[in-house]
Nanobody, 126 residues
Framework: VQLQASGGGLVQAGGSLRLSCAVS????????IGWFRQAPGKEREGVSC????????AYADSVKGRFIISRDNAKNTVYLQMNSLKSEDTGVYYC????????????????????WGQGTLVTVSS
């Protein structure tokens, strides 16, 4: 399984970005996918995840109501729509795939994930 994250950049506070995670080597519909971020000097944080098959989602409290995770199985791509961005959203964003499939369940714990993309930098200026 290979993952490639893209879509990061510099945006002003209050703006929006959409991150993409292109998945290859596996059918996306069979994989729970998570988005994580890491700010300088901080631990990696699980931002959001989407379960395999039935697309249940979960969000960190810090992004709930502002971020939306979705998948397009035809394009083998998972998206993270980020709205109302804040300076504390700054960091490197990673997507990851979990090969353990539990229907309706996804995890925001990094240790659960087996494959990782290279990360894309999001910088929110205040």
């Amino acid at each position: 399984v290979q993952l490639q994250a893209s879509g990061g950049g510099l945006v002003q506070a209050g703006g929006s970005l959409r991150l993409s995670c292109a998945v290859s080597g596996f059918s996306l519909d069979d994989l729970p996918i998570g988005w994580f971020r890491q700010a300088p000097g901080k631990e990696r944080e699980g931002v959001s995840c989407i379960s395999a098959k039935d697309d249940n989602t979960a969000y960190a409290d810090s992004v709930k109501g502002r971020f939306i995770i979705s998948r397009d199985n035809a394009k083998n791509t998972v998206y993270l729509q980020m709205n109302s961005l804040k300076s504390e959203d700054t960091g490197v964003y990673y997507c990851a795939a979990d090969t353990l499939v539990i229907p309706g369940i996804c995890s925001r714990q990094a240790y659960e994930y087996d494959y990782w993309g290279q990360g894309t930098l999001v910088t929110v200026s205040s």
